[in-house]
């Protein structure tokens, strides 16, 4: 007679996570990502409306914008913690 196995569905595999010491990098990333969807979004909006190719001009705006955000998050980060120590007990 067969025996009857059961079957568990196995758990998605979790990606291996980047050491702590690349916290200011990925926050800068993260960071300077959004920040520069949402204004490439609204400058364009205000600039040219909802028009046809507003997509194509976000985009756009944004390979620019991106790239420089995250130069400036990097850059500026140190006088900001310093700032905030300054700030918040």
Do not use: D, N, Q
């Not at 595999?13 to 980047?18: F, P, S, T």
């Not at 400058?43 to 991106?66: C, D, N, Q, R, S």
């Not at 420089?68 to 300054?86: K, Y």
């Amino acid at each position: 007679m067969p025996t009857m196995t059961t079957i568990t569905p196995s758990r998605p595999k979790i990606l291996a996570k980047l050491p702590k010491a690349c916290a200011p990098v990925v926050f800068a990333f993260y960071m300077s990502a959004i920040m520069a969807a949402l204004m490439c979004t609204v400058i364009v909006g205000v600039g040219t409306g909802w028009a046809p190719g507003f997509a194509v001009k976000v985009v756009e705006a944004y390979l620019l914008a991106m790239p420089t955000a995250f130069v400036c998050v990097l850059a500026v980060r140190p006088v900001v913690v310093r700032l905030v120590g300054w700030t918040v007990r």
